[in-house]
């Protein structure tokens, strides 16, 4: 175990709030090289694993599925290409190349096959693929994964209910869980940190002893158990591999100090993860191999480290007390760190990489809140981690910090002045929303306060898994549906129930009621989809790895997939709300108060995108009150359409028995829902985005933030425990004072008072963005906020661009 160190030491351990590092020494300079490596990397498509794991799959085919996963893993943790980088000083990838994408057979290569010749010119998320590679995907690995993967069995399966809305109309997607796996979890390095992965064989192995063999789930048992030391000994021999790398790369080495940092890297690898850290260089590494093997063996994303400045702090702060290093060292090293979330990279089909452009795996590194004593847990690692993400200003990891009304103002301005370098991190969580949201679904206080938000900003404690991306559900298509009585004005079909044709609503209540009854049935649609997922998981992809780093999983001897974690929900993402909230508002003026239309002509001039009715859009457009400038009539709309979103969720279970809750999370998926959606009362046209987030609609915030946060904060945030995302654009030019950055503070020490969730600021111009659309190459390192992660400006599609560029820029006055 660590030796934590003693509270007498711990008030020798000052707190420095500034940067460390000093522009043109080496230490800073090492994290400017590996960040100019990182953004000149080419983006490639990788056919290692698939061919590797493919092997395994054709030798062990019909064994017990926790085996062959187990297997496998075995054969790429013993077998995949290795390799050191110049400067690196922490190690370890997941592919071939710096920047490139493994495919993962087993769970889908049909839409592979249908695209693989588009993935360098599609729109957004480019990869290079060699000839060679396609040769190989095309003429082995598909021929024998075809009709097998979890895809293939997932979409025999489909009802036609559920294909009629999610396949024809798009009201939800859940295509990330029906090619993809099983991520949005918060880990638990903290145990291999203070353990070991020899100490968590020690406890399955104690486990193992309890079993007698008569249990009616004996064999179940043994079957995960047995994964579980498989899975800690492959991990272990990549770590050694890595170690022997290290020390022949010395050998050969010229350079004193390179040589130095190689045998270093290779007394470090030898020891970590199999044993239990001794130093923070050590606990580094030891996370970045778990963050790293979990990415490589299960195609998910959001593999979350979370509160990092919490569980490496004793390691850090021993180092520092005892001399072990300085805090320019300490730097150096957590830089090299930092650059590695950079790396790993997933592929998704075109249309759900238009849900999520430009990478967002989502590694969310947290530091801030409060900690499991209800004090403020702000300490010195907390300013490090705010150095290096200044300094790096990269996408990844996706970088929160937690706030709370008793923040530190030090934390509040040095985050103002990390995010004031424009790359829209850090993001702002707050404590007093989240920590009671989370206790409402029934998560102990302290471990509520012990939170982390996952992947964009889905909260979860602890010993937590379930589907935290449970898909992103069209609030907006819902008005859709409820206005054209169940048909879909995109596809034309009858996909959904009938809950009235436009002229039987005599008031605008009868019609929020049938809004109500729409809601319920695609509610209901969606959580069906959502549970027989789960059920698939459970008979082909249990994810053991995974299950070693939540608690509860080897004292329950269950897999996450069979149930074994603490906590369980799962929560579809609402997306759309200023659209659903503006065009009930419409409906409401325009039809029952000012009569400009009937119900009957509103759902006509929809159903055909205002075709002869510009005037009607006018109308909506300039003479309805919008959502985001504090009038509370149609703020209120706003969340009645999000509590009825929450009040279906709420009636139902998941299929392991925990919760369904509620989430307002968009990623870029505003853009590709938008496609698929009609016009709606607002006055936007068919196939033009949605509003992002619980974000205005673009342009229609007209009296400035502090009203907009007036707007926001009337929905009801604590119903959301997963998490809402609120986009807000700053002009950066009155926050070039100190009078400006303490007005910056104001405005987000005031939206933690009002109950706001979350929060993140893009403070880049319009300018600057409009010049980057047209010179790309002399923007490549340009890192601007989508949704809730943010990605190279250069790497999002142009309607995503668009769409970022439309936002209102505030000034903080």
């Not at 480019?126 to 690995?141: A, C, D, N, Q």
Request: hydrophobic residues 40%; contains cysteine; aromatic residues 10%.
């Amino acid at each position: 175990m660590t030796k934590l160190v003693s509270l007498s030491a711990r008030k020798q351990m000052d707190i420095t709030p500034d940067h460390v590092l000093v522009p043109g020494t080496p230490a800073y300079e090492r994290g400017q090289k590996l960040r100019h490596q990182v953004i000149s990397a080419k983006n490639y498509l990788c056919i290692e694993r698939a061919r590797l794991v493919t092997q395994v799959y054709k030798e062990y085919e019909g064994e017990n599925i926790f085996s062959v996963r187990a297997k496998a893993f075995e054969k790429l943790m013993k077998e995949m290409t290795i390799y050191i980088l110049g400067h690196e000083l922490i190690v370890g990838h997941q592919a071939e190349k710096q920047r490139s994408a493994p495919v993962f057979p087993e769970y889908a290569v049909e839409w592979i096959r249908e695209e693989i010749d588009i993935f360098e010119t599609r729109g957004q998320d480019k990869f290079i693929v060699p000839p060679e590679v396609r040769r190989e995907f095309m003429e082995e690995i598909y021929p024998f994964w075809k009709g097998k993967t979890f895809s293939d069995r997932v979409i025999s399966e489909m009802p036609e209910d559920v294909k009629l809305l999610r396949k024809d109309a798009v009201l939800y997607s859940t295509g990330v869980h029906e090619e993809g796996g099983l991520g949005h979890v918060l880990h638990d390095y903290k145990v291999v940190i203070e353990q070991g992965l020899n100490g968590v064989k020690e406890r399955v192995n104690s486990e193992i002893e309890k079993i007698n063999g008569t249990e009616p789930d004996a064999i179940d048992k043994l079957h995960f158990y047995h994964a579980c030391i498989s899975m800690c000994d492959s991990v272990i021999a990549y770590a050694q591999r890595y170690s022997r790398l290290a020390m022949e790369m010395a050998k050969q080495e010229k350079d004193a100090q390179r040589k130095k940092e190689l045998m270093e890297i290779s007394r470090i690898c030898a020891r970590v993860p199999e044993y239990p850290a001794e130093s923070f260089y050590e606990g580094l590494q030891a996370v970045w191999f778990l963050q790293l093997v979990v990415q490589i063996y299960d195609n998910a994303v959001s593999i979350t480290p979370g509160r990092f400045d919490q569980f490496m702090y004793p390691l850090y702060e021993k180092d520092i007390i005892e001399g072990m290093m300085d805090k320019v060292r300490a730097q150096e090293l957590l830089e090299a760190f930092w650059i590695k979330f950079s790396e790993p990279l997933k592929i998704y089909r075109a249309a759900d990489a238009a849900s999520h452009a430009g990478f967002p795996m989502g590694q969310n590194l947290v530091v801030g809140g409060l900690g499991r004593d209800g004090k403020d847990a702000t300490n010195d690692l907390s300013f490090r981690c705010l150095e290096a993400h200044s300094h790096m200003l990269l996408n990844q990891p996706n970088f929160s910090v937690r706030v709370h009304n008793q923040s530190p103002h030090t934390l509040l301005l040095k985050t103002a002045e990390a995010m004031k370098l424009g790359n829209g991190m850090p993001q702002l969580a707050n404590d007093e929303v989240y920590i009671p949201a989370l206790m409402n679904v029934g998560v102990e206080l302290h471990e509520a306060r012990d939170y982390a938000p996952v992947g964009c900003i889905e909260c979860s404690p602890l010993n937590t898994f379930g589907r935290l991306n449970g898909g992103y559900f069209n609030l907006a298509k819902v008005f859709e549906l409820t206005i054209s009585n169940g048909m879909c004005n995109i596809c034309k079909k009858q996909v959904s129930v009938k809950t009235g044709a436009p002229e039987s609503f005599r008031t605008f209540e009868e019609f929020l009621e049938a809004f109500d009854r729409q809601m319920e049935y695609c509610v209901n649609n969606n959580i069906k989809w959502n549970n027989y997922l789960d059920s698939v998981s459970k008979d082909k992809m249990p994810v053991p790895l995974t299950s070693i780093l939540v608690g509860d999983c080897i004292e329950n001897g269950k897999d996450v997939t069979w149930g074994g974690m603490r906590y369980n929900w799962s929560a579809p993402y609402g997306i759309g709300i200023a659209n659903v909230g503006n065009s009930l508002m419409g409906v409401k003026k325009a039809v029952f108060e000012d009569k400009v239309c009937t119900m009957q002509e509103m759902a006509q001039a929809l159903e055909t995108d205002f075709e002869g009715r510009e005037d009607l859009r006018q109308y909506l457009i300039n003479k309805v009150p919008h959502y985001g400038n504090d009038i509370p009539e149609v703020d209120e709309l706003a969340k009645f359409a999000t509590d009825s979103f929450f009040d279906k969720l709420e009636d139902h279970k998941t299929y392991y028995g925990g919760k369904f809750i509620g989430s307002l999370v968009p990623v870029s998926s505003f853009v590709a829902f938008g496609l698929e959606t009609g016009a709606t009362a607002d006055g936007r046209h068919a196939k033009d985005p949605l509003a992002d987030g619980i974000s205005p609609a673009n342009g229609t915030d007209l009296h400035g933030p502090t009203a907009v946060l007036n707007s926001v904060c009337v929905l009801d945030h604590l119903r959301a425990p997963n998490g809402v995302i609120f986009n807000m654009r700053l002009d950066k030019g009155p926050l070039e004072t100190p009078d400006g950055m303490e007005k910056m503070i104001g405005l987000i020490r005031t939206y933690i008072e009002m109950g706001g969730g979350h929060i993140q600021f893009n403070i880049v111009s319009g300018d600057m963005l409009r010049e980057a659309q047209k010179n790309p190459e002399k923007y490549k390192g340009l890192v601007v906020r989508v949704a809730g992660y943010s990605a190279f400006f250069n790497e999002l599609s142009h309607e995503v661009q668009d769409g970022i560029i439309g936002r209102t820029e505030h000034k903080i006055s």
